[in-house]
């Protein structure tokens, strides 16, 4: 009787039992073979930024360099000149992010904390507006800045990534605003702050995940844009890294070792800035959408 009462009190294994234990390793299979899917694009970029030219066009895939050569990286540094369209894109970008995120803050927390006639008809135009593809609106930004004679400038690209942006901006920041208790900002105005050192030194720091986790989004956007930069510049020396990989296919042919070459080298300042940011990045993603 102690023997059987010992054997029925015993714990389970760690592992579960064999049926629980099935779907668990189809799960980790199909994310393992996901995650296969997904990197080998990368690795395929690196691999042939690596390769020499006659490495390159073989029929038959070559998986690895077998005479690995830094010649794709110095072409795409020295002679398409990639230090200058960087220098384009990181002005823009950056004026593009701290705009948006600015406009944003002030917006979102405007919306959020103040109650006037006409509010929840602006958010449900944000929502409208963040709905349209961004290609349907470049023909009337295209119409709107010719007559303002933005095109062909840094600041009509700014304002154009900055609308493409903005909508999201604000209405991420607002969910991070809705989530605050209104009792903190009482607190603070009874101890004296004023709007402005309520804004700054209570409310940022509260939603600085949301701050962070749109200017990631708004970063991705404008530094991947193509189309907006093609068809706001014309001159081609303030074209941006996008419409600067455009270069290497020609009438001649596509140089597929300089273009991966150059391809990594402008994946590396996103993933910088991602590396800097995740660990906000991954608050201000969960946090803030729990509230509307």
Not at 24 to 43: E, G, S
């Amino acid at each position: 009787m102690t023997l059987s009462t010992s054997r029925t009190s015993r714990a389970p294994r760690a592992g579960g039992t064999p049926r629980k234990r099935k779907p668990r390793v189809l799960a980790n299979t199909l994310a393992v073979l996901f995650c296969l899917v997904w990197v080998f694009p990368i690795y395929w970029m690196v691999n042939t930024a690596f390769k020499p030219a006659d490495e390159v066009t073989t029929l038959s895939p070559i998986w690895a360099p077998l005479h690995p050569t830094f010649d794709n990286f110095v072409r795409a540094l020295t002679q398409q000149g990639f230090l200058g369209y960087l220098r384009n894109s990181t002005i823009v970008v950056v004026a593009a992010v701290l705009l948006s995120i600015v406009v944003g803050f002030l917006a979102s927390a405007a919306l959020s904390r103040f109650r006037f006639r006409g509010r929840r008809a602006i958010l449900v135009a944000i929502l409208f507006v963040q709905m349209i593809p961004s290609g349907a609106l470049l023909i009337p930004l295209f119409l709107s800045f010719q007559s303002l004679g933005l095109l062909n400038s840094y600041i009509g690209l700014i304002l154009a990534y900055v609308a493409s942006v903005l909508p999201f901006s604000i209405w991420v920041m607002r969910g991070f605003f809705v989530a605050v208790p209104i009792e903190i900002e009482e607190a603070a105005k009874v101890d004296g702050a004023g709007t402005v050192r309520i804004l700054w030194s209570v409310l940022f720091p509260l939603v600085l995940p949301g701050v962070i986790a749109t200017s990631v989004f708004a970063f991705i956007a404008a530094w991947n844009d193509y189309l907006t930069a093609y068809v706001m510049l014309k001159d081609q020396g303030m074209y941006t890294l996008p419409v600067w990989l455009a270069a290497f296919s020609t009438n001649k042919g596509t140089d597929y070792g300089g273009l991966m070459a150059a391809s990594v080298l402008f994946s590396l300042p996103v993933v910088v800035f991602f590396l800097i940011v995740q660990r906000r990045l991954v608050s201000g993603m969960t946090a803030g959408a729990v509230k509307g």
